[in-house]
């Protein structure tokens, strides 16, 4: 009697369960079938082995088998549930999970971003899932997204993140569940953005409350790519122990991510302002809440206007905005002037630093950025090097990268000594100039040596160093070069102590790069010049102060310059006047023009071109 009571009492329950929608996908090993249960969490079934996914709300497994693998995308309790993970585990049940999941769920298995591993027939890939743009909610490294491979199929569950650059790096994807709401993870324009830099067969928008998902439909139109609309929030699904018993709400929330939508009250908060918000058709809008501003401006290095700037316009919630572009794909920065005091984007996590000034970056993804981008190629290492320096009487700090399999192998490489801006410090060309992943990219194409790339601090004297200074940190900076960064560099690092191995460039802040190349001439035989040169004046200058360096025949002969610069930057005229200078001197000397300004988008692109043209 008893037992009846109960097989009818969890009959009940069974049949109670909303039903769930299920998608079939057809592969060559058989069949795959996929349910969506709610919000996030769904179940993958395909050769007999099940596998759940960020399961939550233990009352919903009910009339569900027991999971083979369960996937855990994040800690959030949207995402992250013991009760319905201790539901769904049998004996044998592998959980995976990034490391702050391993710590918050005993019997986690840890695979990280990049990390696969095969279980049954599945082959399980965890990819980057992260936001930067709007607050920490989702720090890089904390989560993941994963592949999932069947056959010849692969199914992509993006899990809490943004449109970010790493997803250009995904190919061949059947259906790709990009989360949808804000502030957490992407509005339906930028999940559009992403489908298309993807191209899976079919999107499935989820993790997406209260979003309008015809947004993401209209713009996938005439895309080839299947929008599929699928109920994941099914009347009375809450109601049944959703929140109260599923964990959704258990575990430590940032922001609200998560709970259940609840009625709001009169005195609700204002809703979150998105900026920058990336469009389909590559246009950018920004927004600022400054209810009590006069006037609002935006500039940035996205124009081909040195000093351009736009006005932003207020609507009566005190929100200023602007729909400026489209932009080229890239990395770019920027900054608000709010009655003429400039600030950084305050929703806007992703940061530019500097040494005079903040700014924002946002990334326009396409396939003219692959180069900028963490792509499935060996990588190399930057380390951050602190070094006692006998010219400035203390300690000095540069950055390293050092190339593919440096580690593991014995190998000598040759070097090349990169200078930031006078706006940068030490760290620019890795957090801005991306210069370890354009190396990467490049040596994995062939299209580059192996090589070390020392990055030093300029600033011997503390920045911001004022103008009448200028000419004695250059000369304390040729001097820690010589007397303490190369010796260092060439006693610590297996390099190629000869002047055919050795490069030198970069940018310039005024005069820095000639005042230490041209009377130490000899050292390099490769020297390149990112968006700067020389004026005539300059030129007489080191002429006289080092008479029959710039003719020696043998420097000539032996040295080889690049020079990259825009005709619609500052500098353009001193860049065209060195490179005509070197080229009637007889160095064969190449000239780069774009149409670019002095900015980062063009520093990087030069800088991809110094390094292929180095060591050859």
């Given at each position: 009697?008893?037992?009846?009571?109960?097989f009818?009492?969890?009959?009940?329950?069974?049949?109670?369960?909303?039903?769930?929608p299920?998608?079939?996908?057809?592969?060559?090993?058989?069949?795959?079938?996929?349910?969506?249960i709610n919000?996030?969490?769904?179940?993958?079934e395909?050769?007999?082995?099940?596998?759940?996914?960020?399961?939550?709300?233990?009352?919903?497994?009910e009339?569900?088998?027991q999971?083979?693998?369960?996937?855990?995308?994040?800690?959030?309790?949207?995402?992250?549930?013991?009760?319905?993970?201790?539901?769904v585990?049998?004996?044998?049940?592998?959980v995976?999970?990034?490391e702050?999941?391993?710590?918050?769920?005993?019997?986690?298995?840890?695979?990280?971003?990049?990390?696969?591993?095969?279980v049954?027939?599945?082959?399980?890939?965890?990819v980057?899932?992260?936001n930067?743009?709007?607050?920490?909610?989702?720090?890089?490294?904390?989560?993941?997204g994963?592949v999932?491979?069947?056959g010849?199929?692969?199914?992509?569950?993006?899990?809490d993140?943004?449109?970010?650059?790493?997803?250009?790096?995904?190919?061949?994807?059947?259906?790709?569940?990009?989360?949808?709401?804000?502030?957490?993870?992407?509005?339906p324009?930028?999940?559009?953005?992403?489908?298309r830099?993807i191209?899976?067969?079919?999107?499935?928008?989820?993790?997406s409350r209260?979003?309008?998902?015809?947004?993401?439909s209209?713009?996938?139109?005439?895309?080839?790519?299947?929008v599929?609309?699928?109920?994941?929030?099914?009347?009375?699904d809450?109601?049944?122990?959703?929140?109260?018993?599923?964990?959704?709400g258990?575990?430590?929330?940032?922001?609200?991510?998560?709970?259940?939508?609840?009625?709001?009250?009169?005195t609700?908060?204002?809703?979150?302002?998105?900026?920058?918000?990336?469009?389909?058709?590559?246009?950018?809008?920004?927004?600022?809440?400054?209810?009590?501003?006069g006037?609002?401006?935006?500039?940035?290095?996205?124009w081909?206007?040195?000093?351009r700037t736009?006005k932003?316009?207020k609507?009566?919630?005190?929100?200023?905005?602007?729909t400026l572009?489209?932009f080229?794909?890239?990395?770019?920065s920027?900054?608000f002037?709010?009655?003429?005091?400039?600030?950084?984007?305050?929703?806007?996590?992703?940061?530019?630093?500097?040494?005079?000034?903040?700014?924002s970056?946002?990334?326009?993804?396409g396939?003219?950025?692959?180069?900028?981008e963490?792509?499935?190629?060996?990588?190399?290492?930057?380390r951050?090097?602190?070094?006692?320096?006998?010219?400035?009487?203390?300690?000095?700090?540069?950055?390293?990268?050092?190339?593919p399999g440096?580690?593991?192998?014995?190998?000598?490489?040759?070097?090349?000594?990169?200078?930031?801006g006078?706006?940068?410090d030490?760290?620019?060309?890795?957090a801005v100039?991306?210069?370890?992943?354009?190396l990467?990219?490049l040596?994995?194409q062939?299209r580059?040596?192996p090589?070390?790339?020392?990055?030093?601090s300029?600033?011997?004297?503390?920045p911001?160093?004022?103008?009448?200074?200028?000419?004695?940190?250059n000369?304390?900076f040729?001097?820690?070069?010589f007397?303490?960064v190369?010796?260092?560099v060439?006693?610590?690092?297996?390099?190629?102590?000869?002047?055919?191995?050795?490069a030198f460039?970069?940018?310039s802040?005024p005069?820095?790069?000639?005042?230490?190349?041209?009377?130490?001439?000899?050292?390099?035989d490769?020297?390149?010049?990112?968006s700067?040169?020389?004026?005539?004046?300059?030129?007489?200058?080191?002429?006289?102060?080092?008479?029959?360096?710039?003719d020696?025949?043998?420097?000539?002969?032996?040295?080889?310059?690049?020079?990259?610069?825009g005709?619609?930057?500052?500098?353009f005229?001193?860049?065209?006047n060195?490179?005509e200078d070197?080229k009637?001197r007889?160095?064969?000397?190449?000239?780069?023009t774009?149409d670019?300004?002095?900015?980062?988008?063009?520093?990087?692109?030069?800088f991809?071109?110094?390094?292929?043209?180095a060591f050859?």
């Amino acid at each position: 009697m008893r037992f009846t009571v109960l097989f009818a009492m969890f009959t009940a329950l069974a049949l109670a369960q909303p039903p769930r929608p299920v998608d079939e996908f057809a592969t060559a090993a058989g069949p795959v079938r996929i349910t969506m249960i709610n919000h996030a969490t769904m179940m993958v079934e395909g050769g007999g082995e099940v596998i759940h996914v960020d399961p939550v709300g233990a009352q919903r497994y009910e009339a569900l088998p027991q999971a083979d693998v369960i996937l855990i995308a994040h800690t959030h309790g949207d995402h992250m549930d013991a009760a319905a993970v201790a539901k769904v585990r049998k004996a044998g049940t592998v959980v995976l999970g990034p490391e702050a999941v391993a710590k918050a769920l005993p019997g986690t298995t840890v695979i990280r971003n990049g990390e696969s591993r095969q279980v049954g027939r599945w082959r399980i890939d965890a990819v980057p899932a992260y936001n930067l743009t709007r607050g920490t909610y989702h720090p890089k490294g904390d989560g993941n997204g994963y592949v999932l491979t069947f056959g010849d199929k692969r199914f992509y569950i993006a899990g809490d993140t943004e449109n970010i650059p790493e997803m250009a790096a995904l190919k061949d994807i059947e259906a790709a569940f990009l989360p949808v709401n804000l502030p957490f993870t992407m509005t339906p324009e930028e999940a559009a953005a992403a489908a298309r830099v993807i191209k899976p067969k079919f999107v499935y928008p989820y993790h997406s409350r209260g979003s309008d998902l015809s947004v993401l439909s209209k713009a996938l139109e005439g895309s080839g790519i299947e929008v599929r609309l699928r109920d994941w929030y099914q009347a009375g699904d809450e109601a049944a122990g959703g929140q109260r018993g599923g964990g959704r709400g258990t575990a430590p929330q940032r922001g609200g991510e998560g709970r259940a939508a609840a009625p709001q009250a009169a005195t609700a908060k204002p809703a979150p302002v998105v900026s920058p918000q990336v469009l389909p058709d590559r246009r950018v809008t920004f927004r600022l809440r400054a209810p009590n501003a006069g006037e609002v401006t935006i500039t940035g290095d996205f124009w081909l206007v040195q000093t351009r700037t736009e006005k932003l316009v207020k609507d009566d919630q005190g929100v200023w905005s602007v729909t400026l572009g489209p932009f080229s794909p890239d990395l770019y920065s920027y900054s608000f002037s709010v009655d003429g005091t400039s600030i950084a984007d305050p929703v806007n996590g992703f940061i530019k630093p500097g040494v005079s000034s903040t700014q924002s970056m946002f990334f326009v993804p396409g396939e003219q950025t692959a180069l900028l981008e963490a792509r499935p190629v060996p990588h190399g290492d930057v380390r951050i090097v602190h070094y006692q320096s006998a010219v400035a009487a203390g300690v000095r700090r540069m950055h390293v990268y050092v190339p593919p399999g440096y580690d593991a192998g014995k190998s000598r490489y040759p070097v090349m000594y990169l200078l930031h801006g006078g706006g940068d410090d030490d760290g620019g060309w890795v957090a801005v100039g991306r210069a370890n992943l354009i190396l990467d990219n490049l040596i994995a194409q062939g299209r580059a040596k192996p090589m070390i790339v020392v990055m030093p601090s300029i600033w011997v004297l503390d920045p911001p160093v004022p103008a009448d200074r200028r000419d004695a940190n250059n000369a304390l900076f040729a001097k820690l070069l010589f007397q303490d960064v190369i010796p260092y560099v060439e006693k610590n690092y297996r390099v190629l102590a000869e002047p055919k191995s050795r490069a030198f460039g970069g940018l310039s802040y005024p005069n820095i790069l000639p005042d230490a190349w041209i009377p130490n001439i000899g050292k390099f035989d490769y020297v390149g010049f990112t968006s700067n040169g020389l004026n005539a004046d300059r030129i007489a200058f080191y002429e006289k102060q080092y008479p029959g360096v710039l003719d020696n025949p043998a420097n000539v002969k032996r040295v080889k310059i690049y020079i990259g610069d825009g005709t619609n930057a500052m500098t353009f005229a001193s860049a065209k006047n060195l490179a005509e200078d070197l080229k009637r001197r007889g160095y064969r000397t190449v000239f780069s023009t774009t149409d670019g300004i002095h900015g980062w988008p063009w520093f990087r692109r030069y800088f991809a071109e110094f390094a292929q043209a180095a060591f050859r």
